[in-house]
């Protein structure tokens, strides 16, 4: 069974600074997908930055990069330039092709002023 | 607004009793997904609709729970006796199967309170 860990329920980052939230994820497939999805409180979930397992460079999309290490099944987010409205729960989840998505348990992003 | 809605956003209900939840998808998606959300928990899968095929049913999804998306656009989940341990955000989300790619995006959610 696919499983996503994120071992921090909680962060905080000072504005302004850049933060890593991290997540690792169990798999025996090799082509597969992985997101980080952002909640802020009461709102909707939304997504942050996708990754191809197939692709070897790292998605970035503007202050968010991703870190995506396959062999250690490892694919953790970095929040550059942390702004106030960055603050909420993130998610990441996993999917296989044509299958499902499993989310982890979240990491409640703090940033401090 | 083009997005995922989902309605009503909150309910009240005492335990024994039925409740519908309505959600609309963006709409020229053909996957529909309904989740289910407890507080300091990530989403879990409960079910998902390719068009008004129901394809795919999680083992937490059980007997008192039914989803249908009878033409392929809306989609309700229902939930027959409530009991207290119902009580979660549910969440519908949508996406556009095509090739290898799909981004899931997310309706608000409905919270549920059973008494």
């Known amino acids: 069974a696919q499983t996503v860990t994120q071992s921090q329920p909680e962060m905080s980052v000072q504005e302004a600074e850049t933060v890593t939230l991290s997540c690792t994820y169990d798999?025996?497939?090799?082509?597969?997908?992985l997101f980080w999805y952002k909640q802020p409180p009461s709102r909707q979930m939304i997504l942050v930055i996708r990754?191809?397992?197939?692709?070897?460079q790292n998605a970035t999309e503007n202050r968010f990069s991703v870190n995506f290490q396959k062999a250690a099944k490892s694919f953790s987010l970095k929040i550059s330039d942390s702004q106030l409205g960055d603050a909420a729960m993130y998610f990441c989840a996993y999917r296989r092709t044509g299958n499902q998505f499993y989310f982890g348990t979240g990491t409640s992003l703090t940033v401090i002023p | 607004d083009t997005g995922v809605s989902q309605n009503p956003r909150h309910k009240i209900t005492k335990r024994g009793q039925n409740v519908t939840f309505r959600c609309d998808p963006i709409?020229?998606?053909?996957?529909l997904y309904w989740y289910r959300q407890t507080l300091g928990q990530g989403p879990e899968f409960l079910t998902y609709?390719?068009?008004?095929?129901?394809?795919?049913k999680s083992r937490l999804l059980s007997d008192r729970f039914s989803a249908e998306r009878p033409k392929g656009s809306f989609s309700t989940l229902e939930i027959q006796r409530t009991e207290q341990g119902d009580s979660a955000m549910y969440l519908c989300?949508?996406?556009?199967?095509?090739?290898?790619?799909?981004?899931?995006?997310f309706g608000p959610g409905t919270r549920l309170l059973v008494l």
């Open positions: 609709f390719q068009n008004e095929a129901q394809l795919e």
């Open positions: 709409s020229e998606h053909n996957r």
């Open positions: 989300a949508s996406s556009l199967a095509r090739q290898s790619q799909e981004t899931q995006y």
């Open positions: 990754q191809e397992a197939y692709k070897q």
């Open positions: 798999t025996s497939e090799s082509d597969y997908y």
